[in-house]
């Protein structure tokens, strides 16, 4: 049982080059979410998805660009990465709007030089 | 808009004792969802405790219990009976009328149990 799976876990840009994050879950589960992590701050919410096709921006979405073609999967992007945009980067799930928990990936710490 | 509050940056705690992790919140929603996650020093969130704003009794899960105080705007985690496997990042989190999408968290308590 993977539950939320995120690709790759590590990885390291130049200023200027592009990435995309991968995010994959088997739950069925309706909504998916992209946040990203800080020293010293609380996860903030980049984008998010209420379901196959949609997307929404969240707190900040600044840089950033998503795609959920397919249900199980949401994708982040990154098409002209930079240093501030060093973090870590969590994918999450849920069933529904709420309420109810979210289950997260793993992380995928992104550095940019 | 909606605020976490977490104003304890650090926490140590002797192992087997008792310990209350203090969040407060403001938000002008009358329905809102309050959460504690845990995150281990492997990174990953781990979901540990969720309460309703329009539960009655605190929620409990195992070790640990919500003190909700809707008045004061609080919701405290205690966890009972410390263990070394407790030593992680705990953050707050809210969601206003219900919204995951909406969720905020606080900056987090780091605890740390000693043996």
């Known amino acids: 049982n993977a539950g939320v799976t995120q690709t790759p876990k590590f990885r390291v840009l130049k200023t200027g080059q592009s990435m995309t994050l991968l995010c994959a879950q088997d739950?069925?589960?309706?909504?998916m979410y992209w946040y990203r992590q800080d020293p010293g701050m609380g996860l903030r919410l980049i984008h998010y998805s209420v379901g196959e096709g949609t997307t929404a921006k969240g707190e900040v979405p600044d840089g950033y660009n998503v795609s959920r073609l397919k249900k199980q999967n949401f994708l982040l992007g990154l098409e002209s990465a930079a240093p501030s945009q060093t973090s870590v980067y969590f994918c999450?799930?849920?069933?529904?709007?709420?309420?109810?928990?979210?289950?997260f990936g793993e992380g995928s710490r992104l550095t940019v030089l | 808009a909606q605020k976490i509050t977490q104003t304890q940056p650090g926490m140590f705690v002797q192992e087997k004792e008792a310990v209350t992790l203090d969040c407060t919140y403001d938000?002008?929603?009358?329905?809102?969802?309050l959460f504690w996650y845990k995150q281990p020093s492997s990174g990953e969130m781990i979901f540990l405790i969720y309460q309703g704003s329009y539960d009655q009794q605190n929620a409990t899960e195992g070790r640990y219990s919500l003190n909700f105080q809707k008045a004061r705007k609080s919701a405290n985690l205690v966890i009972s009976a410390s263990q070394l496997g407790d030593s992680a990042m705990y953050f707050c989190?809210?969601?206003?009328?219900?919204?995951?999408?909406?969720?905020?968290f606080g900056t987090g308590t780091r605890l740390t149990i000693i043996p």
């Open positions: 989190a809210m969601s206003p009328n219900f919204g995951n999408e909406k969720l905020t």
């Open positions: 999450a799930s849920s069933y529904g709007r709420g309420p109810g928990e979210l289950f």
């Open positions: 739950m069925n589960h309706e909504y």
């Open positions: 938000t002008s929603d009358p329905s809102y969802g």
